[in-house]
T-cell receptor, first 112, second 112 residues
Framework: DSGVTQTPKHLITATGQRVTLRCSPR?????VYWYQQSLDQGLQFLIQ???????AKGNILERFSAQQFPDLHSELNLSSLELGDSALYFC???????????FGPGTRLTVL | GQQVMQIPQYQHVQEGEDFTTYCNSS?????IQWYKQRPGGHPVFLIQ?????EVKKQKRLTFQFGEAKKNSSLHITATQTTDVGTYFC????????????FGQGTTLQVKP
């Protein structure tokens, strides 16, 4: 158990819908990262927050957005969902930038 | 853009045989991290290498960071069925963020 929690574990939804994925980092970790893992794309970095502020952005689509709240939990919002958005979404946290990242169990999103 | 390449993509070995995966970056890295993901699981941090030419060992696992800090390798001696999984290397995209660029991973299968 990494100490990072993610909800929900599984999510099945239809194209065009909007979903919110939630992540609680390890106690004391200020950085939260979101990754997308699909079979043909590997682990793709989406976005990083540090103590409530956006720190780095990856290949995150405009349909996706995220935020980190004052209690340090983070949410990833995915809207206008397409079939290709089906993937595992991982959240990770670290004490600070550049240090080892602890991954949550992931949310498996299936878009039908 | 910066790329991190890993070879091979897949490796099947007989239990007891050795295994090596190689990681190459298109740019010099300030450090490199290695993660292991078991089937159905999430990535778990194994180690971080920082210094040029650094070699670190964890039991049967040996990690090396190249002199030019552009390549790295993970060698497993006498594989066991518990070594099954996908091994990822990851390097920071920017030194002052935690944004990691992951290699595509090497999936190891071990036949008992």
């Amino acid at each position: 158990d990494s100490g990072v929690t993610q909800t929900p574990k599984h999510l099945i939804t239809a194209t065009g819908q909007r979903v919110t994925l939630r992540c609680s980092p390890r106690s004391g970790d200020l950085s939260v990262y979101w990754y997308q893992q699909s079979l043909d794309q590997g682990l793709q970095f989406l976005i990083q927050y540090y103590n409530g502020e956006e720190r780095a952005k990856g290949n995150i689509l405009e349909r996706f957005s995220a935020q980190q709240f004052p209690d340090l939990h983070s949410e990833l919002n995915l809207s206008s969902l397409e079939l290709g958005d089906s993937a595992l979404y991982f959240c990770a946290s670290s004490v600070d930038k550049g240090l080892e990242q602890f991954f949550g169990p992931g949310t498996r999103l299936t878009v039908l | 853009g910066q790329q991190v390449m890993q070879i091979p993509q897949y490796q099947h070995v007989q239990e007891g045989e050795d295994f090596t995966t190689y990681c190459n970056s298109s740019t010099t890295l300030s450090n490199i991290q290695w993660y292991k993901q078991r089937p159905g699981g999430h990535p778990v941090f194994l180690i971080q290498l920082v210094k040029s030419g650094e070699v670190k060992k964890q039991k049967r696992l040996t990690f090396q960071f190249g002199e030019a800090k552009k390549n790295s390798s993970l060698h497993i001696t006498a594989t066991q069925t518990t070594d099954v999984g996908t091994y990822f290397c990851a390097g920071p995209r920017l030194m002052y963020t935690g944004k990691l660029i992951f290699g595509q991973g090497t999936t190891l299968q071990v036949k008992p």
